[in-house]
């Protein structure tokens, strides 16, 4: 009885690159998120902080799915959305209740991975009025607040 071997063969380029891609990816992030939360969301909080492409895709789809629960939506992007229209958060004193409404918008919204990935581009205020639930609102006390 002969056996065939095969030799193994490298993978093709589309495999490796779909695996490389995966690995810098969604595969580092869903591991950070389950080994290291902390410093995965440290690491997202920093908007300013270089990151791989695919590891900012991946990012943005976990917040979108919002399945990373040590993220904190209003305490890195609200302060950076306020910022887009003029405003910090110190311009609320007057408004705590307000303030208050948006970061439970912030909490709640249903595209945190789009909003993270905007204000990492450093979008202007109208690109980020264009899909922030919150930025009429935002709009309106900027005129309200600065004048």
């Known amino acids: 009885m002969t ?3 095969h030799s193994p063969q490298a993978p093709n380029s589309d495999a490796r690159e779909s695996f490389t891609e995966h690995v810098q990816g969604p595969g580092i992030v869903h591991q950070m998120a389950l080994l290291e939360p902390v410093a995965l969301n440290e690491l997202i909080s920093d908007l300013e902080a270089p990151l791989n492409p695919n590891f900012e895709r991946a990012v943005e ?5 919002d399945t ?5 939506a209003a305490r890195t992007l609200l302060p950076a959305m306020l910022a887009r229209f003029g405003l910090t958060e110190e311009d609320y004193d007057t408004r ?5 409404a948006l970061r439970k918008a912030c909490h709640g919204c249903p595209i945190k991975g789009r ?4 204000l990492r581009s450093h979008a202007d205020a109208a690109a980020c009025g264009a899909f922030c639930p919150s930025a009429e609102t935002i709009a309106q006390d900027a005129v309200d607040l600065l004048e």
């Not at 909003?115 to 905007?118: A, E, G, H, N, S």
């Open 3 to 5: 056996t065939q071997r």
């Open 61 to 65: 789809a976990i917040l979108s799915q």
């Open 68 to 72: 990373l629960p040590t993220f904190d």
């Open 96 to 100: 705590a209740e307000t303030l208050a």
């Open 115 to 118: 909003c993270w990935q905007v």
